[in-house]
């Protein structure tokens, strides 16, 4: 009497596919929060010059809305519990009901959209892609004037939060789109 094993390697299969999704979720979450060392601190504003916003783009081109949101949610979680993972090598709830929350909290909303944008486009041309990653940034900037302004009253949010940053997210999107193309991520 022959047995039939299909149901184990079926289920063998799933259980390596679950463990592959969380390792590339973990992976890109500590690239993240590898790049919380590079940030500079502004004397006039509560946000610090960082660079974690344009890999949390980039990599969202790569993984995808559902991977580069959960990798975001577990960047923020490493956060939230007090590991070193926000600019300037920070962590703690503090930080995210503090000034910054926003824009974190914005990195989850705009990693998911980008991705988003990014599957549903047919043609992956450097234009497109610039287009969905500034549109990602546009949704950090909107999170993150909003979450500011609590503090410091919607001018202050808009001139202190978002008007330092116009040159140099424009130069690191631009930079991001660079990288995608020398990972050969355009289809034209």
């Known amino acids: 009497m022959a047995m039939n094993y299909s149901y184990l ?3 063998t299969a799933k259980d390596r596919s679950w463990i592959k999704e969380a390792a590339v979720i973990l992976g890109a979450s500590i690239i993240i929060a590898l790049f919380a060392p590079i940030s500079i601190p502004l004397p006039f504003s509560p946000i ?3 660079v974690q916003a344009h ?3 980039l990599l969202s081109c790569l993984l995808g809305s559902k991977r580069s949101a959960m990798s975001v949610l577990t960047y923020l979680f490493q956060g939230a519990i007090g590991l070193p993972v926000f600019a300037g090598g920070i962590g703690g709830i503090a ?3 503090g000034p910054r929350g926003g824009y974190l909290l914005g990195y989850l909303v705009a990693a998911f959209v980008t991705g988003f944008m990014i599957e549903r486009t047919m043609n992956r041309t450097p234009s497109k892609v ?3 990653m500034g549109f990602g940034n546009l949704i950090v900037y909107l999170f993150g004037i909003s979450w ?3 503090y410091i009253g919607w001018g202050s949010a808009f001139v202190l939060g978002m008007l330092p940053f116009l040159i140099g997210d424009l130069l690191k999107l631009i930079a991001a789109t660079k990288c995608l193309k020398k990972l050969r991520f355009f289809t034209t």
């Open 130 to 132: 610039f287009a969905a």
């Open 95 to 97: 930080v995210l009901a």
């Open 55 to 57: 890999v949390v783009l």
């Open 148 to 150: 500011l302004s609590r």
């Open 48 to 50: 610090p010059i960082a």
């Open 9 to 11: 390697i079926n289920e």
